[in-house]
């Protein structure tokens, strides 16, 4: 299995521009979670999916943040507009439940830096 | 609420030498408690978990955390590091009863030296 697959791996621009992650989750996983991690606030979970919907987006930061999940296979999470406090590295992550218990697998990570 | 403490950000380490990174967890339901271990430049992988049972629990590495209910502990446990476990360890939890979100702590920096 490929595992969670991210893109880009590193993302720079500039203030006020849009701002696109994707992310391609382990085939057969239910579910779908996106996270940031920085040095001040560690690793925060945005927001999840369950098959493909929403289930909690607390944790998203703004609304300048929003996540879309349109099919199984595929996940986006864009900023628009983008600000300096945006960079970050981006986590997606996928899971099956099973058994009761969520392990999650993660994908390496979108660099984000914004200028 | 849950909330996970790792009380240590960081730790040094001399290679060979054993080491434990320190976690408490805060929840006044049943969790399940994991250890992830983040690579410089890399995701997130499984460690060890804990679901049910014997409360010492085995992952790969060589690592081993003890699960305690009375101190709401599961610090992790190495009896001899190599350089190669140079990384940042998360731990983390979850409610039984909808266990789908995961709780992390802030982190914990281990560092080997030669």
């Known amino acids: 299995d490929a595992g969670v697959i991210q893109s880009p791996r590193h993302e720079v621009t500039e203030m006020g521009q849009e701002v696109t992650l994707r992310c391609k989750p382990i085939?057969?996983?239910?579910?779908l979670f996106w996270y940031r991690q920085t040095m001040m606030r560690g690793l925060e979970l945005l927001i999840y999916f369950n098959n493909n919907v929403p289930i909690d987006d607390s944790g998203m930061p703004e609304d300048r943040f929003s996540a879309k999940m349109p099919n199984a296979s595929f996940s986006t999470l864009k900023i628009q507009p983008s600000e300096p406090r945006d960079s970050a590295v981006y986590f997606c992550?996928?899971?099956?439940?099973?058994?009761?218990?969520?392990?999650?697998?993660f994908g390496p990570g979108t660099r984000l830096t914004v200028l | 609420a849950q909330s996970v403490t790792q009380l240590d950000s960081q730790v040094p380490v001399f290679e060979e030498a054993p080491v434990e990174l320190r976690c408490n967890y805060s929840s006044s339901v049943s969790v399940y408690l994991f250890w992830y271990v983040q690579y410089p430049n890399q995701g997130l992988q499984l460690l060890l978990k804990y679901l049910s049972g014997s409360t010492l629990v085995k992952g790969i590495n060589g690592f081993e955390a003890e699960f305690n209910k009375s101190q709401t502990s599961f610090h992790l446990r190495k009896p001899s590091v190599h350089i190669s476990d140079t990384a940042e360890y998360f731990c983390a939890v979850s409610y039984i009863q909808g266990a789908q979100k995961l709780v992390f702590g802030q982190g914990t920096r281990l560092t080997i030296n030669p």
């Open positions: 085939s057969g996983h239910d579910y």
């Open positions: 992550a996928s899971s099956l439940l099973l058994a009761g218990y969520n392990e999650q697998f």
